[in-house]
Structures are given as structure tokens and as C-alpha cells.
């Protein structure tokens, strides 16, 4: 199986950083895309950044554009979320998103992780 784990969230005062980190781990895989999504409590899972296997594409959504920034080490299985100037409505339980072919799965499929939550305080 493919596990995905976030690690780097925590209570940070609006205005700060935080990065945040997700990490492949299991059978051999392929990772085609990554993205992070954000869930507060109430509201439905939104998309908040993407980005493709090269690194070269990336995409957010308009809420943390400027703001936030994704990035990719293949070599570590790894995505990052850089989290800039944040804000009390960025609260949320961040969930790592891959879109991987593993060994024994018939195609790509989507992984996530268990999340890891953020919390902005004003």
C-alpha cells in the first residue's frame, strides 16, 4: 500500500508561516500529481494548491494565491506547502492529496493522508 503523511502543522499567530510537508511512503509508486486540499469544521474539503510531477505546473486556489506555495522533491517522495501571511480563515485540517500508480493497483488512483491540522489565531 501507499501511505501518505503530513507533518508540519501547528498554531501559528495570522500573520506568520508554516510549512507544511507530505510524504510518500510504501510500495514502489509513480507519482503523477500532488495537491493539498483544506477542510474546516462545517465545510466541505476544498482544493487549495496542485502541482504536477515535473514541478513545472503549479495551481491554487484564489483564496491563498500570492500567499502560498507548492513545491515537490521527487527524490524525498515529498510535497511542501509553504504557507505565507496567513490568515484566521486559513484554519483548517490540510490533507495531502497524490494521484499515484502503485504496484498491484490497476492504474492511477488517489491517495491521501490523514491530515494535519492548521490553526490561525487572530
Known amino acids: 500500500q501507499v501511505q501518505l503523511v503530513e507533518s508540519g502543522g501547528g498554531l501559528v499567530q495570522a500573520g506568520g508561516p508554516l510549512r507544511l510537508s507530505c510524504t510518500a511512503s510504501?510500495?514502489?509508486?509513480?507519482?503523477?500529481?500532488m495537491a493539498w486540499f483544506r477542510q474546516a469544521p462545517g465545510k466541505e474539503r476544498e482544493f487549495v494548491a496542485g502541482?504536477?510531477?515535473?514541478?513545472?505546473?503549479?495551481y491554487y486556489t484564489d483564496s491563498v494565491k500570492g500567499r502560498f506555495t507548492i513545491s515537490r522533491d521527487n527524490a524525498k517522495n515529498t510535497v511542501y506547502l509553504q504557507m505565507n501571511s496567513l490568515k484566521p480563515e486559513d484554519t483548517a485540517v490540510y490533507y495531502c492529496?497524490?494521484?499515484?500508480?502503485?504496484?498491484?493497483?490497476?492504474?492511477?488512483?488517489?491517495?491521501w493522508g490523514q491530515g494535519t491540522q492548521v490553526t490561525v489565531s487572530s
Open positions: 492529496k497524490g494521484v499515484i500508480r502503485a504496484a498491484g493497483d490497476s492504474g492511477p488512483k488517489d491517495y
Open positions: 510504501g510500495r514502489p509508486f509513480s507519482s503523477y500529481a
Open positions: 502541482i504536477s510531477w515535473s514541478g513545472g505546473y503549479t
